[in-house]
C-alpha cells in the first residue's frame, strides 16, 4: 500500500506492506481504533479479511482515496 502526500512546503512517500495492513491483526487494530463507529463478530472480521485479501489480487495498484484541494495539496493512498 502506498501513501502519498503533497504540499507546497512538505512531499512525504510511505510504503506499508499491505499483507500486513490487511491480515487479521492489522484489521483487529484498525476496528478497536474505530469501535464506536463499528462492531463486527468473529465471523464477519474473516469475511472481511477474506474479502480484502481477494480485492488486493484481483485489483493491484486501485486508488483507494484521491484527494485534491484547490490549493495544490494532494492525498494519494493505493493498494
Do not use: H, W
Request: with cysteine; glycine share 6%; hydrophobic share 40%.
Amino acid at each position: 500500500m502506498k501513501i502519498k502526500i503533497r504540499t507546497k512546503d512538505f512531499r512525504m512517500q510511505l510504503y506499508f506492506p499491505t499483507s500486513l495492513i490487511l491480515s487479521r491483526l492489522g484489521v483487529s487494530i484498525a476496528l478497536r481504533a474505530t469501535q464506536n463507529y463499528i462492531r463486527l463478530t468473529e465471523e464477519q472480521k474473516e469475511v472481511l479479511v477474506k474479502g480484502l485479501k481477494r480485492c488486493r489480487k484481483q485489483y493491484k495498484g486501485l486508488t483507494l482515496v484521491d484527494v485534491q484541494t484547490a490549493s495544490g495539496e494532494e492525498i494519494l493512498v493505493t493498494l
